[in-house]
């Protein structure tokens, strides 16, 4: 059982890359700033277990006891994300193959084929020798199992993985004929006869059977989450009982968090915004903190990973201005997260990552911008502790799953689609106006939410179509865009005009659309007013459905753009096109406001804020402002008291440049 009941803060510690006495001054530094959480030891393997069987744990005691004695708790790491040079010497057949058929080389992190049973039995052998050893250390707080699991290999192409594939689609379909009926393998003479024939997906000729892919990349992310479940197993079969997570990637599309979720005790997540996307880059962390809370369905999550400056894996890696290690730090806090932690506490002097910041920097801490900054959030940090327990909730859902993702990203559409390009926009929207959403995934239980959208939810099965006419009939209200309810599952098409089976739910029917080029744009009717459209135009018809929007350009001027219908109790809109932000923002609020849903504050476009909610009717508005000027807040009749300086604050308030405010609300 977890029980958080203050805001974690800490970050990667890797006493391994540095001498004991260096670790005494960690010891004392680490109470200066504040930290109160490690992850340890997460790269350690080679030193952990020199060679096979060979274990070497005195280290670790004495670091452990160490932290122990300074207050400071451990996610101890399993430190199985890297095998050391003598597993990849003695097991090459353990080597992960790109799609090209190149094996990869050692040399590097993460090396190891999804699949290879060697390096499954060695790695949950470690986890079980780690467990065994400190599943009753008073240190050890939480289990940090592997690390960023697929980061860098989650997909492979060797033997074995191509033997396993074989062996999953056997168990999955049965039979070779439901196999080449749920492949469409009729069409290009893909037919198979016997399950050897079947190959994993690698670089052809031309377009790769879309069914095929899908299962492999379902196949991988299941690869991988057995892995896990091979870790948690050996930790579990020690009678550790202490709770555990493994980090996500920021950015990483591979893995389902929503069934990862299912494994963990708290979701996590390693967050990596880009500082040179200028306004961009605090919506693409909310975008991930809202994720991670989503697979968690709402719980606290942690924060495990960002950097308190420079990382040193992009072309050009900028800096994280002076105030803003504080304000993405807050924004986790806004968005529910329970812990704010960084890659790493030390900058590394050696290796492939000394140029990625750390907590103390090089230059050390006397007189480092970085540091003052890193110890300024942890004493801020003491005072916030009632924000651990809290909730984010959220009346808005974006129905999201990863299997749609893979599936829209596939080639061989009417346009080449980035997932995450297509959702941007319906998610900025309600951010932008701080209206709090959660992802909701469409197999779940719909009713604890009042308004749903759903962007290019591209595949759906028959059980979520019904999923989502039960939410409308009951008085629910969906917003769907074009290029919904396309497929089934398995990238077969729903005949007879699309979405085939919501056409009811909705009252139109799509026959034809017409994906923009690159640059082109079309204008919509709308109110008497004339508002640019992008992206794509559906060319639809009308049932039960009124139009709200019509196409004023092109040979489909006249046709609807936007449609609403009733249904039940409720509605469902519905966009043949992706309508310009901000008329777009003012539409989803007024959508909102029918159902009663409105923004957490009325502020200048820079602010972010976040809601949480506690036992007792307590409740925290958390509120960033990301730009480096001053902005305005309204609190719409909210009344509260400042944690950080003790302040009462009702109404208008001006937040300072970089400036962040939390305040208990009055109940
Ligand atoms: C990931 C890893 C860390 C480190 C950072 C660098 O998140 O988990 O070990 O490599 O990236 O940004
Ligand atoms: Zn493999």
Redesign the pocket.
């Known amino acids: 059982m977890l029980n958080i009941n203050k805001i974690y803060y800490g970050g990667?510690y890797n006493p391994e890359q540095w001498t004991e006495e260096i670790w005494r001054e960690d010891m004392r530094l680490m109470r200066e700033a504040g930290v109160n959480l490690v992850s340890l030891g997460?790269?350690s393997w080679a030193k952990l277990e020199p060679k096979p069987g060979l274990y070497q744990f005195d280290w670790l005691d004495r670091i452990l006891d160490l932290l122990h004695a300074n207050g400071v708790q451990v996610a101890l790491a399993t430190a199985t994300?890297s095998p050391p040079p003598w597993f990849s010497r003695l097991h090459p057949e353990s080597w992960p193959v790109a799609a090209d058929g190149i094996s990869y080389k050692p040399g590097s992190?993460q090396f190891y084929c999804p699949n290879s049973a060697a390096y499954r039995e060695a790695s949950s052998r470690l986890a079980g020798e780690m467990a065994r050893r400190y599943g009753q250390h008073p240190a050890v707080w939480m289990w940090h199992v592997n690390?960023?699991y697929g980061?860098h290999v989650h997909e492979c192409y060797c033997p074995v993985c191509t033997k396993t594939f074989q062996e999953w689609l056997r168990e999955r379909y049965k039979s070779v004929d439901v196999l080449n009926d749920v492949w469409g393998t009729a069409f290009w003479s893909l037919g198979i006869s016997d399950w050897a024939d079947v190959q994993l997906p690698n670089r052809t000729t031309s377009y790769r059977n879309p069914a095929q892919v899908l299962d492999f990349r379902r196949f991988m992310n299941h690869s991988l989450l057995n892995l896990f479940k091979a870790e948690i197993e050996a930790i579990r079969s020690t009678g550790a009982t202490q709770p555990l997570f493994t980090?996500s990637?920021?950015g990483l599309k591979a893995l389902d968090g929503f069934e990862w979720a299912k494994y963990q005790d708290v979701t996590a997540i390693?967050m990596?915004i880009d500082p040179a996307h200028g306004d961009q880059a605090w919506k693409d962390g909310a975008f991930w903190h809202d994720l991670t809370r989503s697979w968690g369905r709402g719980k606290p999550y942690l924060l495990?990973?960002q950097?308190t400056s420079q990382?040193?894996?992009r072309a050009v890696n900028s800096l994280k201005a002076p105030g803003t290690i504080r304000t993405l730090s807050y924004q986790a806090l806004a968005r529910g997260a329970s812990s704010v932690m960084f890659?790493?506490w030390r900058a590394s002097k050696s290796g492939?990552?000394k140029y990625?910041a750390g907590m103390i920097p090089h230059y050390g801490v006397d007189g480092s911008r970085i540091f003052a900054e890193v110890k300024q959030i942890g004493a801020e940090f003491a005072h916030l502790e009632r924000l651990g327990s809290q909730q984010a909730h959220a009346q808005v859902g974006i129905l999201f799953s990863y299997e749609n993702v893979w599936a829209l990203e596939i080639d061989s559409k009417p346009a080449q689609l980035d997932a995450w390009n297509v959702l941007r926009p319906w998610y900025n929207a309600l951010i932008e106006q701080n209206i709090p959403l959660d992802f909701i995934h469409p197999n779940d239980d719909l009713s604890r939410y009042k308004v749903l959208i759903a962007p290019l939810l591209y595949q759906i099965s028959e059980a979520q179509a019904e999923n989502l006419k039960s939410f409308v009939q009951a008085g629910g209200l969906l917003l769907m865009t074009y290029f919904s309810g396309v497929t089934d599952l398995n990238e077969r098409i729903w005949l007879g005009g699309y979405p085939a089976l919501l056409q009811n739910l909705l009252g139109i029917k799509v026959e034809e659309w017409q994906p923009f080029q690159p640059g082109k744009t079309n204008q919509m009717l709308v109110d008497d007013k004339s508002i640019s459209c992008s992206h794509w135009a559906d060319l639809l018809y009308t049932t039960t459905a009124e139009t709200i929007a019509t196409y004023i350009e092109d040979f489909y001027a006249g046709r609807p753009a936007l449609t609403r219908n009733r249904y039940g109790a409720g509605t469902a809109y519905y966009a043949g096109t992706l309508p310009d932000q901000a008329w777009l923002r003012n539409w989803i609020k007024k959508i909102c406001a029918e159902q009663g849903v409105e923004s957490l504050v009325e502020a200048d476009p820079d602010i972010e804020a976040g809601l949480r909610a506690g036992a007792y009717g307590s409740s925290t508005l958390v509120l960033v402002n990301h730009a480096n000027r001053t902005a305005q807040v309204d609190l719409m009749g909210k009344r509260g008291r400042s944690l950080l300086d003790e302040r009462p604050v009702t109404n208008n308030l001006t937040l300072d440049p970089y400036g962040v405010m939390v305040l208990e609300l009055e109940q």
Do not use: L, M, P
Request: with cysteine; glycine share 0%.
């Open positions: 990667d997460i790269f994300a992190r690390n960023e980061c980090n990637v920021f390693d990596y495990v990973e950097t990382v040193n894996w890659f790493q492939a990552e990625h």
